[in-house]
């Protein structure tokens, strides 16, 4: 019997898998990535998902990126009104990643999302494990919303708001809630929640019997949306990446 190798290489894995196992992308669209002739292994197009390549030892370029230096990223984007957060939709519906049309940007991933009809600060990253402290209630920044609202709020109200209710199993409520400035019929309040559940902000104040206008999210903890154009977006450095 032979002597036990010393030295063993890393076992093979299908591209696609090893793509989505380096938090680059899911499966499903590294193997798109891969079936689009995106990816490269030691330089050359491959277009099996289930290409056979050793994690660590193979190198893994994809448009032109090569997997192994790409460190964390995270961008900021002013999502406008109407698209939708995710990568493709069912529906054929716009999505955000519009936005970054011909930017050659790397695999990045929403942080949290905004539903269609919201505005705002989006954030995207590479990094799914810093991705999950974001959104986590309890370790991710507080985020902030300019709602307009279709009436003129009074204390009672915003004292409601803070309060919460009992809806659908969910306990609903914010963490802060202020009145910015008001109109004829209408008002501006600011909302800041520690946690964002499914269409929140919009499910709490309908039943007050109030409906929303608009719904801008403005802050997430330290970091602003600032003067960002609508459908605008920029890198964030790592001094803002650490501050969340």
């Known amino acids: 019997m032979k002597p036990p190798s010393r030295t063993s290489k890393p076992p093979r894995h299908g591209v696609a898998r090893v793509i989505s196992k380096l938090g680059l992308g899911s499966r499903t669209l590294a193997a798109q990535w891969v079936r689009e002739g995106r990816v490269r292994i030691n330089g050359h197009v491959v277009r099996d998902a289930d290409f056979p390549v050793r994690q660590g030892q193979d190198r893994i370029d994809i448009a032109g990126q090569d997997c192994a230096s790409a460190g964390r990223l995270v961008l900021m984007l002013n999502k ?27 695999w990045l991933a929403p942080v949290g999302r905004l539903d269609k009809a919201s505005e705002g600060l989006l954030l995207f990253s590479n990094d799914p494990a810093w991705a999950a402290r974001i959104t986590d209630p309890t370790s991710g920044p507080d985020k ?55 269409r929140q902000i919009r499910r709490l104040l309908a039943t007050f019997d109030v409906s929303v206008l608009r ?7 330290s970091l602003s949306l600032g003067e960002l154009p609508k459908g605008q977006w920029r890198m964030l450095t790592e001094r803002e990446i650490d501050s969340l």
């Not at 939708?84 to 716009?94: I, M, N, Y």
Request: aromatic share 4%.
């Open 80 to 106: 406008p009104r109407g698209l939708v957060t995710t990568t493709k939709d069912e529906q054929g519906r716009d999505t955000v990643y519009s936005c970054f049309a011909g930017a050659a940007l790397p």
């Open 144 to 198: 902030t919303y300019h709602v307009q609202i279709d009436r003129l709020p009074d204390a009672s109200l915003l004292a409601a708001l803070q309060h919460g209710i009992a809806l659908g199993g969910e306990r609903l409520s914010v963490r802060s809630a202020r009145c910015l400035r008001t109109g004829g019929r209408n008002a501006w309040l600011e909302i800041a929640l520690t946690e964002g559940r499914n």
């Open 215 to 221: 719904l801008v999210r403005v802050a997430m903890g």
